[in-house]
């Protein structure tokens, strides 16, 4: 069976619904959300959404929470910096 989309890919099932922007931003999340991540505990591209913000690793059978659409959000991943920076500026100061 041939390729029934070219340009819309996974928003197709809209049609031509909704505007093309919209089905553009609605693109770029729904291909995030169907991928697969590594996990960060056995080393796998394994990581699949199984609810909002719940991800499952199909291999080790770990639970993460991350973002709703991806598996770790731009804040996440802020604050994560800032910790590990504080943490090695105390562990200078001791």
């Known amino acids: 069976m041939g390729k029934r989309t070219k340009k819309v890919g996974i928003t ?4 031509t619904r909704y505007g093309s922007t919209l089905r553009k931003l609605m693109r770029k999340i729904e291909v995030s ?10 080393g796998k591209d394994s990581i699949k959404r199984t609810n ?8 080790c059978k770990k ?8 598996l770790s959000t731009a804040s996440a991943v802020t604050v994560r ?9 105390q562990a200078e100061q001791v």
């Open 33 to 42: 959300q169907h991928s697969s991540y590594r996990c960060a505990f056995c």
């Open 81 to 89: 910096s800032t910790i590990a920076r504080l943490r090695k500026i």
């Open 63 to 70: 639970v993460i929470a991350g973002g709703a659409y991806s």
């Open 12 to 15: 197709g099932k809209y049609g």
């Open 52 to 59: 909002c913000g719940i991800w499952d690793c199909k291999s």
